[in-house]
């Protein structure tokens, strides 16, 4: 299983950008990719962390997915209910802040609620 980070979509009708500059939406989203996949990595945890720039909601995909709250917000609710999708603010992706993203893994993995605020 593979953590997933979406903060942009560049297919299908609805192609939701972090920044409005893919170059830069590339490097924002490594980043906290980067950086999630270091604090797990201290605490043993051995995942991947892949950016998903092409996410397809008609594809079924077993892994955690990362969504940008602001993604998710202009999906239709039938096209996510699917996936095993924890939200992450908006601006945390932009910043790298990855506490959010890793305190609701963290709830994840204990069945609690999955939300990132």
């Given at each position: 299983?593979?953590i997933?980070v979406?903060?942009?979509?560049r297919?299908?009708?609805?192609?939701?950008?972090l920044?409005?500059n893919?170059?830069?939406?590339?490097v924002?989203?490594?980043h906290?990719?980067?950086?999630?996949?270091?604090?797990?990595?201290s605490?043993?945890?051995?995942v991947?962390i892949?950016?998903d720039?092409?996410?397809?909601?008609?594809?079924?995909?077993?892994?955690?997915?990362?969504?940008d709250r602001?993604?998710?917000s202009d999906?239709?609710d039938e096209?996510?209910?699917?996936?095993?999708i924890i939200?992450?603010d908006h601006n945390?992706?932009?910043?790298?802040?990855?506490?959010?993203?890793?305190?609701a893994?963290k709830r994840?993995?204990t069945?609690?609620?999955?939300?990132a605020?």
């Open positions: 299983m593979n997933k979406v903060g942009d979509i297919v299908g009708k609805i192609q939701p950008s920044t409005g893919p170059i830069v939406d590339d924002l989203i490594q906290f990719c980067d950086r999630l996949k270091e604090k797990l990595h605490l043993q945890l051995f991947d892949i950016p720039h092409f996410f397809d909601a008609t594809q079924p995909c077993a892994d955690i997915i990362l969504m602001r993604i998710i999906l239709p096209l996510l209910m699917n996936f095993k939200d992450i945390d992706i932009l910043r790298g802040n990855v506490t959010g993203a890793f305190d893994l994840y993995d069945g609690k609620n999955v939300s605020i």
